[in-house]
C-alpha cells in the first residue's frame, strides 16, 4: 500500500493545555503552528508512546518508511527501527525498516516528550542521502564495468568464493570450457582441468595469503583445460584474490595456449627441418667430393681392364655402389635445398600425361590410375625433370600404401593462395599457384607418421624397402622451388599430397625444358683450366680431360687461378668449383676472368649449388653448372655444350 495522503491525524495526540481563557487563544494558535511544523518538516517526526507504540506519524515518515500514518499509529516502534530497545544514544545512525522490507540507514534524534516524560519525540532523516547515494552510484558504476570488462574480455574469467567454488564464469569460459553459467556456479573449480591438475589448482587457491600488494598470487603454465565434451586443451591459469563482501575471493583468468602451442610446434618443426637440412646438406656435399673420386676412378680402372674381366667386373660394382651413393646424396641435397635446379614453365598437364605410361608401366597392375586435368591450366615455374620425380616418388608411396590394390588420383588445378592460407601456414607466400594432388585410398597415416614424414630417414618401411627419402626430397624441391606441399591423410581412408608451384606470370613461354641429347664428345684440342681445392676429385678431373683429349692446368683455388691469368698462360675454358678456401668463390673466379677475357668459356661444378637454386640464381642462370658427383661422360657432354655456347656476355656483380 502506498502512503496516504497526509492528514493532521497524529496532532491528535499532542495535547495543549488549556489553562484560562487568556492563554487559550495563545495555545491554540501555538499548537496549530506546531502542528503545521510537524506536517511540514522535511524530516520525519514520529512520537513513542510509553507503550512502545508510535503515537505521531508526520508526512516526511510516510515518505521515508512507506507506511501511511493510519498504518503506523499504534504501531511497535520497532517494526520502524528494530533496535530501538537498544539505542542509548540520543542521536545515532541505525538501520531503519521500510513498510517493503528494505532496510535504510538514518540518523535518529530523540527527545523526551515535554508533555509526557515517559513518550519520546523522535526525529529521522535519511542519513548523507546524496553523499551516500553518489558513493552507491559510483559503487555500482564500477561493479557495473568490472562485469562488461569481466564479459567482454578474450581470456576466461572465473570469480571463486575462497573455498574455490565458482561463482562467476565469464562468456569466454563457456565458449573454451563448452559449459553453461549454470552447469558451474556453485561447483569447485577443479572441475575445469582432468584430475591431474587438481593439485595445481589447489596449491594455487592455498596460496592466497602470498598475494602481492596488487593481488596477484601467481601463473601456473603447462595446465590442461577440461572441456564438457571431455576434450582438453592447453591453458595457463593467473590467479589473484580480493574481497567481496567482507569475504576473500579468488580471481582465476584462463588463457587458452592452443593456438600459441601450435605455433610454437610449428616453428620447432620449421627450425628441426632447417637445422637437419643443413646437416645433410653438408655431408652430402662432402660425399659428393668422395663419391666424385669413388666413382670416376672405377670407371677409369674399370677402362683399363678390359684384359682382366674379373677385376674389370669389381671395378664396376665400385662404380655401381659409388652411384648409389650419389643417388642418395642427391636426395638428400634436394631435401637441403641445395640441388642444381633448372626451373622453366612447365606445362604441368602435359608433364603429368606424359608421365602416364611410365607410371602405367611401372605400378601394379592393381592400382588404378587417374587423372583429371584442371581447364586453362597457367604453367608452373618449376625443374620438369625434378618434378617428375616428385610425381613418380609419391605416386610409389600411394601404391606401397595401397597393398590390397587401389585408386591412385592425380589432378591438377589452379590456386590461389590468401592470406589466411597464409595465416595457418606461416611460411606460405600469398599468390597464384598452380596445383597438383596426388590422391590414393590406401592405408593413410597416423597423426606421429604424419609428424615425421619430411624428416630425412624416416621411413615406416622395412629395412631394404624404402629409404625414407622419397618425401623429403619432394619437400626440399618444392621448397627450393618457392612451393609449398601440404599432407592431408585419415588413418585407413587415405592420402593426398599437395603440391603448390609458383603459377608463372603470363607472358613466359610454356612448356618443358628439352631434354639433353649430348653425346660424349672429345675435345677438339681446347685447354681448360681446372680450379679445385679437393686434391683428389681434381686428380680425377685432370686424368678425365687428359683422357677426352683438352689440354690441362690445374690450380687449387682462386689466387692460384689469377696467377694463372696474370701470367697470360692461353686457355680456353675456365672449370671451377664454386665453394673454395682462400676468399675467392668460383663465381667471382669466373667474373674476374670473363672480364679480363671476354672470350673465355665458364664452367662450374659444385657439390651443391646454392647460387643457382630458384630465387637467388637470377642473371646466372645462363652459367653452366655441373654438379658433383660427376662421371667422365658428364664432364664431356658439358663441356662441349660449353665451348659450343656463347661466351658468358654478362655476369654481373649485382647478381
Ligand atoms: N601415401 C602414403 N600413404 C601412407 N603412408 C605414407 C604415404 N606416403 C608416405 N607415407 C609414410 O611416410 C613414410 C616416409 O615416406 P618417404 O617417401 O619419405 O620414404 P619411404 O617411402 O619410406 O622410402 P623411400 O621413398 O625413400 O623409398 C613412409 O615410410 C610411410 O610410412
Ligand atoms: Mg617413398
Known amino acids: 500500500m502506498t502512503p496516504t495522503s497526509t492528514q493532521c491525524r497524529e496532532t491528535r495526540e499532542v495535547h495543549p493545555h488549556r489553562r484560562d481563557d487568556e ?35 508526520n508526512p516526511a515518515c510516510e515518505g521515508l518508511f512507506g507506511w501511511s500514518a493510519r498504518e503506523a499509529l499504534g504501531e511497535d516502534v520497532a517494526t520502524l527501527i528494530p533496535d530501538w530497545r537498544q539505542q542509548p544514544a540520543l542521536r545515532s545512525q541505525v538501520q531503519a525498516r521500510r513498510r517493503d522490507g528494505t532496510t535504510l540507514t538514518v540518523t535518529l534524534a530523540t527527545a523526551a516528550s515535554a508533555a509526557d516524560a515517559a ?23 564500477a561493479d557495473a564495468r568490472v562485469a562488461t570488462l569481466i564479459q567482454t574480455v578474450d581470456n576466461g574469467v572465473i570469480l571463486t568464493d575462497r573455498l574455490g567454488r565458482i561463482k562467476t564464469f565469464n ?8 559449459y553453461q553459467a549454470d552447469e558451474v556456479i556453485d561447483r569447485h573449480i577443479s572441475m575445469l582441468a582432468p584430475a591431474a591438475n587438481a ?35 592447453p591453458m595457463e591459469l593467473s590467479a589473484g584474490t580480493t574481497v567481496q563482501d567482507g569475504e576473500p575471493v579468488f580471481v582465476v583468468a584462463i588463457q587458452d595456449l592452443t593456438d600459441r602451442k601450435h605455433t610454437e610446434e610449428r ?60 643417388e642418395l646424396t642427391q636426395r638428400l641435397l634436394a631435401f637441403s635445398r641445395r640441388q642444381t635446379l633448372k626451373p622453366v614453365a612447365v606445362d604441368c598437364n602435359e608433364l603429368v600425361s606424359s608421365m602416364h605410361d611410365l607410371l602405367r608401366r611401372t605400378l601394379r597392375e592393381d592400382i588404378v590410375i587417374d587423372i583429371a586435368f584442371g581447364a586453362e591450366l597457367c604453367a608452373a615455374f618449376a625443374d620438369p625433370a625434378q618434378l617428375e620425380s616428385a610425381i613418380l616418388n609419391l605416386s610409389l608411396n600411394a601404391q606401397d600404401a595401397m597393398l590390397g590394390g587401389g585408386r591412385l588420383s592425380i589432378t591438377t588445378a589452379n590456386v590461389t593462395l590468401d592470406a589466411s592460407y597464409q595465416s595457418l601456414n606461416q611460411d606460405v607466400r600469398p599468390g597464384d599457384y598452380v596445383l597438383i594432388a596426388i590422391t590414393d585410398n590406401g592405408s593413410g597415416m597416423s597423426k606421429e607418421v604424419l609428424d615425421r614424414v619430411f624428416e630425412p630417414f624416416y621411413t615406416t618401411k622395412e629395412v631394404g624397402k624404402g629409404s625414407g627419402l622419397g618425401l623429403s626430397m619432394v619437400y626440399g624441391f618444392v621448397k627450393q622451388s618457392n612451393g609449398h606441399v601440404s599432407l592431408y591423410s585419415e588413418p585407413g581412408l587415405g592420402t593426398t599430397v599437395r603440391l603448390y608451384l609458383p603459377a608463372v606470370a603470363a607472358g613466359r613461354p610454356t612448356g618443358p625444358e628439352r631434354p639433353d641429347s649430348v653425346e660424349r664428345l672429345a675435345s677438339r684440342g681446347e685447354v681448360v683450366l681446372i680450379v679445385e681445392d679437393d686434391p683428389f676429385v681434381r686428380s680425377y678431373a685432370v686424368m678425365c680431360l687428359r683422357s677426352l683429349g683438352y689440354g690441362v692446368i690445374a690450380a687449387s683455388d682462386g689466387a692460384g687461378a689469377l696467377q694463372t691469368l696474370d701470367d697470360d698462360t692461353h686457355f680456353d675454358i ?4 664454386v665453394v673454395m678456401p682462400g676468399g675467392i668463390s668460383g663465381w667471382e673466379l669466373a667474373e674476374t676472368a670473363s672480364r679480363r677475357r671476354p672470350d673465355l668459356r665458364v664452367l662450374l661444378t659444385s657439390g651443391y649449388a646454392l647460387e643457382t637454386i630458384a630465387g637467388r640464381s637470377h642473371g646466372r642462370e645462363h652459367l653452366a653448372i655441373l654438379t658433383k658427383p660427376y662421371r667422365k661422360a658428364d664432364l664431356a657432354r658439358k663441356l662441349r655444350e660449353v665451348v659450343e655456347s656463347s661466351p658468358p656476355a654478362a655476369i654481373c656483380r649485382e647478381c
Not at 119 to 136: F, G, K, L, M, P
Not at 171 to 178: H, K, M, N, S
Open 23 to 57: 492563554t487559550m487563544s495563545f495555545d491554540n494558535a501555538s499548537a496549530s503552528l506546531l502542528r503545521a511544523l510537524v506536517h511540514a518538516a522535511p524530516d520525519g517526526i514520529f512520537l513513542v508512546d510509553r507503550h512502545q507504540r508510535i503515537a505521531l506519524f
Open 119 to 141: 513518550s519520546i519525540v523522535a526525529t529521522v532523516r535519511e542519513r548523507d542521502i546524496t553523499e551516500q547515494s553518489r558513493a552507491e552510484r559510483a559503487i555500482r558504476e
Open 171 to 178: 562468456l569466454a569460459c563457456r565458449r573454451l570450457f563448452g
Open 199 to 233: 593439485d595445481a589448482i589447489q596449491s594455487l587457491l592455498r596460496r592466497g595469503n602470498q598475494a602481492d600488494e596488487h593481488g596477484r598470487i601467481g601463473t601456473v603454465r603447462g595446465m590442461t583445460g577440461l572441456r564438457r565434451d571431455g576434450g582438453t586443451f
Open 267 to 326: 616453428l620447432a618443426q620449421a627450425q628441426k627441418m632447417e637445422i637437419v637440412g643443413q646437416l645433410s646438406g653438408g655431408i652430402a656435399h662432402d660425399f659428393n667430393n668422395l663419391l666424385t673420386v669413388i666413382v670416376g676412378n672405377a670407371e677409369f680402372l674399370a677402362d683399363q681392364l678390359k684384359a682382366r674381366q674379373d677385376l674389370r667386373g669389381l671395378a664396376c660394382e665400385i662404380s655401381r655402389a659409388g652411384q648409389r651413393g650419389a
Open 574 to 577: 675456365l672449370f671451377t668449383d
